[in-house]
């Protein structure tokens, strides 16, 4: 597995099969991709996933 940190944007996790997600409760996070892109912004509106609101808040981080 291999994570890649995008300035002022996601995640991306890459991985050799389905990528096993779990919330800080341990829970389960429904997934069923090779490849996640996870919100660093916090304003997503499908959390833990990434959709692009990043760009529209002016998100920025190394």
């Known amino acids: 597995m291999r994570i890649t940190t995008y300035p002022n944007g996601p995640l991306i996790v890459?991985?050799?099969g389905e990528i096993?997600?779990?919330d800080a409760g341990g829970a389960p996070v429904a997934n069923?991709?090779?490849t996640v892109?996870?919100?660093r912004c916090g304003v997503?509106?499908?959390k833990p996933?990434?959709?692009?609101?990043?760009?529209?808040v002016?998100?920025?981080a190394d």
């Open 32 to 34: 069923t991709r090779r």
């Open 44 to 46: 997503s509106a499908i």
């Open 14 to 16: 890459r991985g050799g």
């Open 49 to 56: 996933f990434c959709d692009g609101t990043h760009k529209l």
């Open 58 to 60: 002016g998100f920025t």
């Open 20 to 22: 096993d997600l779990r």
């Open 37 to 39: 892109a996870l919100c």
